[in-house]
């Protein structure tokens, strides 16, 4: 699997404290090695179907969507960028 990434998530990205980079990294390597690792805690997004949730911690949180091979990385940050994925 490939890890692609959308111009907000980049933007989002950039903005995360330095720990929650590192955090989001590790997740992200998680992510293409393991898709049910429990501390990602994947679930589908209500009202969203082809877009799914992960956890970098207990504040913070991202979103990307599985097309063919692909994960493209959607937004990163808060539980509020869950309104608008």
Not at 32 to 43: D, E, G, Q, T, Y
Not at 66 to 79: E, K, Y
Request: aromatic letters at 10%; hydrophobic letters at 30%; one cysteine or more.
């Amino acid at each position: 699997m490939e890890i692609s990434y959308t111009k907000s998530f980049e933007k989002d990205y950039c903005q995360l404290p330095g720990q929650i980079q590192k955090r989001l990294d590790k997740q992200l390597q998680f992510l293409l090695n393991n898709f049910h690792h429990p501390s990602l805690n994947i679930k589908k997004m209500k009202g969203h179907p082809s877009i799914w949730e992960g956890r970098i911690n207990s504040e913070y949180r991202f979103t990307f969507q599985v097309i063919g091979n692909t994960c493209l990385i959607r937004r990163a940050g808060t539980h509020d960028i869950l309104r608008n994925p």
